[in-house]
């Protein structure tokens, strides 16, 4: 990708990125599957002057590990494992890494036909390298699915997010003219809540009416 950069006056800032994917999903029994997800990401920023010493590609390796179980015929039970890497090496950042891990639970129970109660549970914890630094936040999560009529369902949901800063954000130290950008380290996560509510009427078979209200 190609565009205009305000950095360099009559200049040219390239950025090329790819990234990878995998996927292998192994059942175990009727009432039970293992999948493991693999990534991979990389993008260089650089320019027209092709300055190795000034760029290096920043990269992301990603894995998860996730078990689906039917423990009982009335319980949809979801755990894992999720692991990542971010690290970049520039002249307007240095070299850094950091790495997050998030293990995770959720369980889906439906005690009766048409009512379904999902609650999950996920903690992240994010750290660098070479650094005391390091930020966690538990997310839980909840819903309730009800059906009161065969053609009616409501629905109620919420939850709680968490983003820790990249070590793009954390580290860019950068000048030009008067734009100014200053590394902070210890830059916090971004944490959010998310709450909806909605109803789904079905009319006929080819028309059906869906409405919601949500906060986040």
């Known amino acids: ?9 009559g200049a ?12 292998y999903h192994k059942p175990i029994s009727a009432k039970a599957g293992i999948k493991v997800r693999l990534s991979y990401i990389s993008s260089l920023l650089g320019d027209q002057y092709n300055r190795a010493h000034d760029y ?10 996730k078990m689906d179980w039917l423990p009982f015929a009335s319980h949809n039970l979801t755990f894992g494992i999720e692991y990542k890497i971010d690290g970049g090496n520039t002249k307007f950042i240095g070299n850094h890494k950091g790495y997050s891990i998030a293990p995770y639970i959720q369980d889906q ?11 999950g549970l996920r903690f992240d914890d ?3 390298n070479d650094s005391d630094y390091h930020e966690n936040h538990f997310n839980p999560k909840f819903g309730i699915n009800f059906s009161p009529t065969e053609n009616t369902i409501l629905r109620f949901s919420g939850g709680s997010g968490f983003r820790a800063a990249s070590i793009f954000e954390r580290f860019l130290n950068f000048k030009y003219k008067l734009f100014t950008a200053v590394s902070n380290e210890d830059l916090k996560a ?10 789904r009427q079905q009319i006929t078979n080819n028309w059906w009416i869906d409405a919601a209200v949500f906060h986040n």
């Open 1 to 9: 990708a190609l565009f205009s950069s305000p950095f360099y006056s």
């Open 12 to 23: 040219e800032v390239r950025l090329n990125s790819y990234d990878s994917y995998l996927l």
């Open 56 to 65: 290096s590609p920043a990269e992301g390796f990603g894995s998860e590990i």
């Open 109 to 119: 129970w439906q005690p009766i036909h048409n009512l379904t109660l999902t609650l």
């Open 126 to 128: 994010y750290r660098l």
């Open 190 to 199: 971004e944490t959010s809540w998310s709450f909806d509510l909605g109803i």
